[in-house]
């Protein structure tokens, strides 16, 4: 019996704990809300193509494209409009917070090609050298 306190305990714990970690919500009272119209124009100034402007957890949501043609979703602090929160969408149609830093990582890795490492591990024809304990 006390096994199963312990797990309800400490499952309790963690889901509190996980949605805790996990906020990004705006939490501004509307007396000091933007017009919807100031969020467009904050959009359209940097270069976006907005195709929906919607509010989420609190916050204004934008879906549309970027300046270069990215499809993304960014959720903007209604009495700053700053950005709160930004995902991008792969080419793939999986969204990605990262996409935009990983493209920049990846474009930094130009000179790198698929061949092997030249060391004694990749050596045509021969397993590598490995000891498991």
Known sequence: MMKYIA??????????A???MAD???????????????????ARARGWQVSRVKIDDGCY??????????SFKAKIDPATLSIVRMKYKDRDDDDDEMSERRRSSESG?????????ANKLFETGKLPKSVVK
């Open 24 to 42: 990004d919500d705006c939490h501004v009272p509307m007396a000091q809300w933007q017009p919807r119209e100031a969020v467009e124009t904050m």
């Open 18 to 20: 996980g949605t805790a």
């Open 109 to 117: 890795m130009s000179g790198t090609s698929g061949a092997a490492p």
């Open 61 to 70: 949501q934008i879906r549309g494209r970027d300046e270069t043609g990215q």
């Open 7 to 16: 797990a309800v305990s400490l499952f309790f714990v963690m889901t509190g």
